[in-house]
Each structure stands twice: as C-alpha cells, then as structure tokens.
C-alpha cells in the first residue's frame, strides 16, 4: 500500500514497550476530541474519544489524556505490538449538532521494531 | 454491513482537465463528509452533505463542488485541476441518529488516490 506520510514525525519503539504519541489541537472551543490510526492504503480508523468535561479515557490497551489548560491531547499504547505500526491523528470538534467537521492535527508515524 | 466505499481507487489526470469521485457510505448514515489528504499531512476538510445540501464548507475553492443522492451516497468534483491537487481524498461518513460506539463518530472510507501531472 502507499504510505500516508513521507515526512511526519516518527516514533520508534520496541515491541512490548508503552508507547505515548502527542498532540496539540488548536481551537479552545473544540469539546470533543478522537484519535485515529491509519494504516498504509486506508482511510483513518477510529481508536478513542474523550469529551472535554474529562482528563482521561481509557479502552483495551489504549489510554487517552486531555489537558485543557495547554490544549494537549496525548495517546498512551500499552504493550506495543506490531500491527500498531501506523500514521496516528488527532482530531478536534465541536459536539453541539452532531455533523460537525474536524480538524486533524499533523500526525506522527509509529514504528514499532520486533 | 458494508463500510464506506469509494471509487475508484486511484485515477490519474492532467493539469486543467476535470474529476469526479465516489463515495457511498455506511449503512444507516445520512451525512457525507470529504476531506483531502496531502502526503504527509492530516487529513483537511472539504465540505459536507446531508439532505442532498452543502452545510459545511472549509477552505477550499469553488472548483471543489459536490453532490449528494437521495440514497445519500455523494460526489466530489474537482475542476481546472493543478499539480496541488494530487492528494488522497477520503470520504467519511456519519449520522447522530445511527448510535454507535461515541456521538458524531464519522467511518472513514479507503480513500481514492488522484494524481495530477
């Protein structure tokens, strides 16, 4: 498949190990935020969400902390695995209709080594 | 349950000339968004359909123009093309009536792959 980032920043780890990839979104009026990975030749895939009236949200193996004050999203992997290898996005929106659209910030490009 | 499909998967064209894409998309889902991605970056937003209307637009020109069917599948229409064009455009889709796992969660499609030389 084609790569979806040829210049983003990249962030190698081995196997087994956490992995934390972060994030500064840009409008103090976004409410809702996701993550998306995005593998070589696909469309982004949701993998967390956290509403802005909380810090923290976790899923299987993923953990998502949101601080408010800086505008800082990060995205905590436990027990990195190879198939984790991707591009990871973050997104910002606002919840009050429902349709809105978001705004992606620039991505990073996990690695994860064997 | 088929997720969002788009065609075709990739499509290469000349500076000036005029493309349309297609996106049909998941099962129950009303809205149709499209977002274009240059290599290396985030996906950003183009417009949005629902109820066969624009509602949303981002920054981009009037030569991006779209359309949505009653069946709510979509088009994408880009004319006049230039080289900054060549990008891969995603088309996602979403509804606040569906349900799912979380509110407003938008199913992105594999994306169709233009090429402007």
């Known amino acids: 498949g084609e790569s979806v980032g040829l210049h983003l920043p990249t962030l190698s780890v081995q196997e087994g190990d956490n992995s934390i990839i972060n994030c500064a979104y840009s409008n103090s009026a976004s409410d809702y935020f996701i993550w998306y990975k995005q593998e070589s030749g696909k469309g982004p895939q949701f993998i967390i969400d956290?509403?802005?009236?909380?810090d923290k949200r976790q899923g299987q193996r993923v953990t998502v902390l949101l601080n408010k004050t800086v505008k800082h999203l990060s995205l905590q992997i436990a027990a990195t695995q190879p198939g984790d290898s991707a591009v990871y996005f973050c997104a910002e929106t606002l919840m009050d209709t429902g349709r809105r659209a978001l705004t992606f910030g620039s991505g990073t490009r996990l690695q994860v080594q064997p | 349950d088929a997720g969002v499909t788009q065609s075709p998967t990739h499509l290469i064209k000349t500076r000036g000339q005029q493309v349309t894409l297609r996106c049909s998309p998941k099962?129950?889902?009303?809205?149709v968004s499209w977002y274009q991605q240059a290599l290396g970056q985030g996906p950003q937003f183009i417009f949005q359909?629902?109820?066969?209307?624009?509602?949303q637009r981002g920054n981009f020109p009037d030569r991006f123009s779209g359309h949505q069917f009653p069946n709510y599948s979509s088009e994408l229409n880009v004319n006049a093309l230039l080289l900054g064009d060549s990008a891969l455009y995603l088309c996602a889709s979403s509804s606040p009536l569906a349900g799912g796992s979380s509110y407003n969660e938008q199913f992105f499609g594999p994306g169709t792959r233009l090429t402007v030389l």
């Open positions: 099962s129950g889902h009303d809205t």
């Open positions: 956290i509403r802005s009236n909380m």
């Open positions: 359909y629902y109820e066969e209307e624009e509602r």
